[in-house]
């Protein structure tokens, strides 16, 4: 393990609570608004009668349809918000309440009177649903379908096969902050600071719906309480505010009630996929099938590429991963942790955990042997792919070689007890993206950039990377980001933020040093300042793959009497470049862990059929681990040294941790009780069966 | 939150005569229950009266040998309790596998007791939910309801009290000593909480501006005794099913027993039909099976929630079984 690295530079603030979040912004004059969400799962809106709410202590404005600003087109369109009178789905905002007070903003949207026109509506996915189809392109752009081979006839010939099908509810993303907007208008300037993954996505968003020259937009993130993706695309509370604040003319806060965020900001969607394995009696694969069904909205087309990670896994001369998707009076999905990865190698995972019983391999062995020097899929050689290193490492720490295969051979009282081990993987990600250094006469350093710090640190990397490419310590460089004034960059997605941040800051210092050196060695009275743009150095096609990968191993107790799995160790062991910050390195990879296992066991959102909305609505009934649910938790990295990445050969950390730790945990259940559990999350009426114990 | 009207009563008798004075006044007690419901919107009190400040924080030994517990006592201090940790063991393990630490350093006895049951049709006032607008019906019954009820539920509720505590109060006989407007009054707490009935907007028999003062244990029964919760997570989650158990072997043979089980319907389920086929019995595994499946032929699961019904006699068998095993054999205590 390496040495802890430097702990949050704005840790301080955080602590004494004087860093500041997009709701704790306080213009004078400032309103506050109040959504107001549909009641019906599909239809029209015919009337909103706003005089009660208009006749509420302390009313302000009721925007509605009728009187809202006017917005442009979008691709996304969960973001046309009071635009018409169609109602796509239960919680779609109807209108917005604005008041002197919070609660007087809420007593209002409850006054407000909306009749509807009620159509028939259709929120639940089914393998066979008429209305299917196969979209050409998924998440985040990538060929829906995919066949390499001839997959059915390798299929149909191989001595050792598995077909299952693995499902999953909708899961939320609910970060801490809810999602949070306050937003003045000035002189026909709009400030807005937003709780958000990105500032100049939003900034970008606005522009567009509002008609503007971006020039003309701030967007503040300087502090974010967690995202996990429900924050990376623009969201409907930062367009609202800057209505109501237009309509108003005043300042005006929105924060979204989280018993309203289910429908409005995201999801990871349901999702029934089937995997086929065909492998020869060695456990080698000669051809695998992962077949992806899944919905998306009627407001947005959004399908989550769990198919995706099988393109890139293991040897497979014969493949086919295909996505359909419909379109149903539901909220709209969108990006959750590690979308396609995250649900796609629960899939897969649990199938090579399969494969393994079914061709009498051990399970780490049968993924060392299908192994892949390049992508399957593209052919392209990986920069580095340690993926059996992670295995091998793994399953030394964690005492795999004395594991007894049989399913439930191992009791300890009243528990059974087992363990699993699955891989990880995410693609690396490279956007394009500026940065600004200045140095003072006095060799002080001031980064720049419009990275977005969501709680994982960023602020703190980016002073790393610049001060390791200055020379210089921690302390003589100063950080400033989370504003669209500052030099463009990536948002805080797709694990993608530090190589995309770091590398246009790792260039703007390298350009300030030869700035500098061309001086003689001397900064002039007024500092120096270089600025950097990676427009032009991140290949749009490279000759390599990249991505990171991993290896995790659970051990799980399984109550005979109760069902309840309770997950005893985990251990995670990742190959993700250079690692930049051990100390929140550590905490990316067993934050991701831990979701993992929120997804395992405890995750999971119900569509009410009749009335067509998610019945959790809270964390009190949208379960997510507590402390008490993790115990032992560990996890290690392999050093990697990899040129071809960026300048800092470092890969992205925010997403793997929680890729195949569900899977592992699911084959853990299984060693434990011989019980295959094929659907998540693992709660114990799965594990009851029809007998008097588990199993 | 609509705005209301607060007042901190300066003792019991104020209280009861403002609350008593106001059609829309509630008492307030840890409001770790009623804020939230507030919030919500499914509660609208016209005024509160925090009793929070009333001296009834004190647990004391009763001459017979049982404990008086004041309603403000804090649920953290209850557990604490030494003589609840020594004499009432089973108490004290519900009291911690309820909530949160941070709860239970804020909820109090009284307000245990009164939390409202669980459902989140309830919770939603966008829904119907005969719990909140009697007559607007229970879209549980046919929706989501996996955490609900399957013993003593009606067509117009399915809900499920909630709470950890009261399941250990009702196998240990507690009362439940009220004060009102009319006078004071002691209620067994197994008839303290209603089966939801045609009116299920009562969730206890308690009546307007009555006020809780505190919970009477009898002294300690003979034997062991012991709480098990069954639960989707390890920590701030409610129970899928929950076993409090009293059990008295002698020479092999059930000399006295008292079960009650949670998560299982509208209030705390005393299982009599259980305690009397084992009183006499063998206290052996056939046995425990016996009386548990005896007790929970009376039940009528939903959809969804059938798997409760195996999860409770699993148990009250395990928990039957850890309590009959000689001291220090067994995992309960």
């Known amino acids: 393990m390496s040495t802890p690295g430097p702990v949050r530079l704005e840790g301080r603030e955080k602590v004494t609570g004087t860093a500041r979040y997009a709701a704790e912004h306080m213009p004078p004059g400032m309103a506050y608004a109040w959504p107001v969400p549909a009641a019906v799962p599909r239809g029209r809106v015919v009337a909103i009668d706003a005089g009660a709410a208009l006749a509420e202590p302390g009313a302000v404005a009721v925007l509605t349809h009728e009187n809202a600003p006017r917005l442009k087109e979008t691709d996304d369109g969960a973001l046309l918000v009071l635009q018409n009178d169609r109602v796509p789905h239960r919680g779609w905002y109807v209108a917005l309440a604005v008041a002197e007070t919070p609660e007087a903003a809420r007593a209002m949207a409850a006054a407000v009177r909306v009749s509807y026109a009620p159509e028939e509506h259709d929120v639940v996915l089914t393998p066979g649903h008429p209305r299917l189809f196969a979209p050409d392109v998924v998440n985040p752009g990538i060929p829906g379908s995919r066949e390499r081979?001839?997959?059915?006839?390798?299929?149909?010939?191989?001595?050792?096969?598995?077909?299952?099908?693995?499902?999953?509810?909708?899961?939320?993303?609910?970060?801490?902050?809810?999602?949070?907007?306050t937003a003045r208008w000035?002189?026909?300037?709009?400030?807005?600071?937003?709780?958000?993954?990105?500032?100049?996505?939003?900034?970008?968003?606005?522009?567009?719906?509002?008609?503007?020259?971006?020039?003309?937009?701030?967007?503040?993130?300087?502090?974010?309480?967690?995202?996990?993706?429900?924050?990376?695309?623009?969201?409907?509370?930062?367009?609202?505010?800057?209505?109501?604040?237009?309509?108003?003319?005043?300042?005006?806060?929105?924060?979204?009630?989280?018993?309203?965020?289910?429908?409005?900001?995201?999801?990871?969607?349901?999702?029934?996929?089937?995997?086929?394995?065909?492998?020869?009696?060695?456990?080698?694969?000669?051809?695998?099938?992962?077949e992806v069904t899944t919905q998306t909205s009627t407001v947005r087309e959004f399908v989550e590429q769990a198919a995706a990670p099988s393109r890139a896994m293991y040897v497979s001369p014969n493949s086919r991963t295909t996505h359909r998707v419909v379109a149903l009076d539901v909220p709209s999905p969108s990006w959750m942790r590690a979308p396609g990865e995250a649900p796609g190698m629960f899939a897969l995972e649990c199938a090579m955990d399969e494969l393994a019983y079914a061709a009498g391999v051990d399970p780490v062995e049968l993924r060392v042997r299908n192994d892949s020097a390049a992508e399957p899929d593209s052919g392209k050689p990986y920069s580095s792919r340690h993926l059996v290193e992670c295995l091998r490492e793994g399953a030394r720490r964690f005492g795999w070689d004395t594991r007894d295969p049989r399913p439930r051979s191992r009791a300890e009282g009243r528990l059974l007890v087992g363990t699993g081990a699955a891989s990880s993987c995410y693609p690396v990600f490279h956007m394009?993206?500026?940065?600004?250094?200045?140095?003072?006469?006095?060799?002080?350093?001031?980064?720049?950039?419009?990275?977005?710090?969501?709680?994982?640190?960023?602020?703190?990397?980016?002073?790393?990377?610049?001060?390791?490419?200055?020379?210089?310590?921690?302390?003589?460089?100063?950080?400033?980001?989370?504003?669209?004034?500052?030099?463009?960059?990536?948002?805080?997605?797709?694990?993608?933020?530090?190589?995309?941040?770091?590398?246009?800051?790792?260039?703007?210092?390298?350009?300030?040093?030869?700035?500098?050196?061309?001086?003689?060695?001397?900064?002039?009275?007024?500092?120096?300042?270089?600025?950097?743009?990676?427009?032009?150095?991140?290949?749009?096609?490279?000759?390599?793959?990249?991505?990171?990968?991993?290896?995790?191993?659970?051990?799980?107790?399984v109550d005979t009497d109760t069902g309840e799995v309770r997950?005893?160790?985990?251990?995670?062991?990742?190959?993700?470049?250079?690692?930049?910050?051990?100390r929140t390195a550590r905490s990316q990879f067993i934050g991701g862990m831990t979701m993992g296992v929120g997804m395992a066991l405890l995750e999971g959102s119900t569509m009410d059929p009749r009335f067509g909305d998610f019945a959790e609505r809270d964390l009190a009934s949208y379960h997510v681990p507590t402390h008490a649910d993790i115990h032992g938790i560990e996890a290690h990295w392999i050093d990697e040294t990899d040129p071809v990445l960026n300048p800092m050969g470092s890969k992205g950390i925010g997403e793997i941790g929680i890729v195949g730790t569900a899977a592992a945990v699911a084959n853990a259940v299984h060693h434990a009780t011989g019980v295959r559990v094929r659907d998540l999350p693992i709660t114990p009426e799965k594990l009851l069966g029809g007998g008097t114990g588990a199993g | 939150m609509r705005a209301f009207a607060y007042e901190r009563a300066g003792g019991v008798d104020e209280a009861i005569a403002a609350v008593a004075a106001s059609p829309g006044g509630m008492f307030l007690g840890g409001g770790t229950n009623l804020v939230d419901l507030m919030k919500l919107g499914v509660a609208s009190p016209g005024l509160l009266v925090d009793i929070g400040r009333l001296?009834?924080?004190?647990?004391?030994?009763?001459?017979?040998g049982g404990l008086h517990i004041g309603a403000n006592v804090r649920n953290s201090d209850l557990a604490a309790h030494p003589a609840v940790r020594s004499r009432y063991p089973a108490l004290s393990q519900a009291v911690l596998a309820g909530a949160s630490g941070q709860i239970r350093n804020t909820a109090t006895t009284?307000?245990?007791?009164?939390?409202?049951?669980?459902c989140l049709y309830f919770q939603d006032v966008a829904k119907p939910c005969n719990k909140r607008e009697p007559g607007s019906g229970c879209p549980a019954r046919e929706g989501v309801h996996r955490d609900l009820a399957v013993l003593g539920h009606s067509p117009m509720c399915v809900a499920t009290h909630p709470s950890d505590m009261a399941v250990a109060l009702a196998a240990l006989d507690a009362v439940v000593h009220l004060r009102g407007p009319g006078g004071e009054r002691t209620v067994p707490l197994c008839d303290f909480h209603r089966l939801p009935g045609d009116e299920p907007q009562r969730d206890?028999?308690?009546?307007?501006?009555?006020?809780?003062?505190?919970?009477?244990?009898?002294?300690?029964?003979?034997?062991?005794?012991?709480?098990?919760?069954?639960?989707?997570?390890?920590?701030?989650?409610?129970?899928?099913?929950?076993v409090a158990a009293v059990l008295d072997v002698r020479a092999g043979v059930?000399?006295?027993?008292?079960?009650?089980?949670?998560?299982?319907?509208?209030?705390?389920?005393?299982?009599?039909?259980?305690?009397?086929?084992?009183?006499?019995?063998?206290?052996?595994?056939?046995?425990?099976?016996?009386?548990?499946?005896?007790?929970?032929?009376?039940?009528e699961p939903l959809r969804e929630n059938g798997f409760k019904v195996r999860l409770a006699r699993n148990l009250a068998v395990r928990m039957l079984g850890d309590l009959a095993a000689p001291a220090g054999e067994g995992s309960a205590s």
Request: aromatic share 4%.
């Open chain 1, 186 to 290: 000035e002189d026909g300037r709009l400030v807005a600071y937003d709780s958000c993954q990105g500032a100049n996505a939003v900034q970008e968003a606005l522009a567009g719906l509002f008609g503007m020259d971006k020039e003309r937009i701030t967007v503040v993130a300087e502090h974010v309480g967690g995202g996990f993706g429900c924050k990376g695309t623009p969201r409907p509370q930062v367009v609202l505010a800057a209505m109501a604040a237009r309509h108003t003319s005043r300042p005006v806060r929105l924060v979204l009630p989280r018993a309203q965020l289910a429908a409005i900001v995201g999801h990871r969607a349901p999702l029934v996929q089937r995997v086929r394995l065909g492998a020869g009696e060695d456990g080698e694969i000669t051809a695998l099938a992962h």
């Open chain 1, 567 to 582: 997950v005893r160790r985990l251990l995670g062991v990742f190959a993700a470049g250079r690692i930049l910050n051990a």
């Open chain 2, 110 to 118: 009284g307000g245990n007791l009164l939390q409202r049951t669980r």
């Open chain 2, 55 to 64: 001296p009834l924080t004190e647990v004391r030994e009763t001459p017979d």
């Open chain 1, 432 to 557: 394009p993206s500026s940065a600004e250094v200045h140095v003072t006469e006095a060799g002080r350093y001031r980064v720049r950039i419009n990275a977005t710090d969501i709680g994982t640190g960023a602020r703190t990397v980016v002073a790393v990377i610049a001060a390791e490419a200055l020379g210089v310590a921690l302390d003589r460089v100063a950080i400033e980001i989370g504003s669209s004034d500052l030099p463009a960059a990536w948002l805080a997605g797709g694990s993608g933020g530090t190589g995309s941040w770091g590398w246009a800051v790792h260039k703007a210092c390298r350009a300030l040093i030869e700035m500098v050196e061309g001086r003689g060695g001397t900064v002039p009275p007024g500092g120096l300042t270089a600025t950097a743009d990676t427009t032009g150095d991140i290949p749009s096609d490279p000759p390599h793959a990249m991505a990171s990968f991993g290896a995790q191993f659970a051990e799980v107790t």
């Open chain 1, 149 to 181: 081979g001839d997959f059915d006839s390798a299929y149909a010939s191989a001595p050792v096969r598995v077909d299952a099908t693995y499902t999953m509810r909708a899961l939320h993303n609910h970060p801490m902050e809810p999602h949070a907007t």
């Open chain 2, 204 to 242: 206890t028999v308690i009546e307007p501006a009555e006020l809780v003062v505190a919970v009477g244990l009898p002294a300690p029964p003979a034997g062991r005794s012991a709480y098990r919760k069954a639960r989707d997570r390890a920590s701030y989650a409610f129970a899928l099913a929950s």
């Open chain 2, 254 to 299: 059930v000399e006295e027993v008292r079960l009650a089980f949670g998560g299982l319907a509208h209030k705390p389920w005393r299982a009599r039909v259980a305690e009397e086929a084992l009183r006499g019995a063998p206290a052996t595994e056939e046995s425990f099976a016996r009386a548990a499946e005896a007790e929970l032929a009376a039940a």
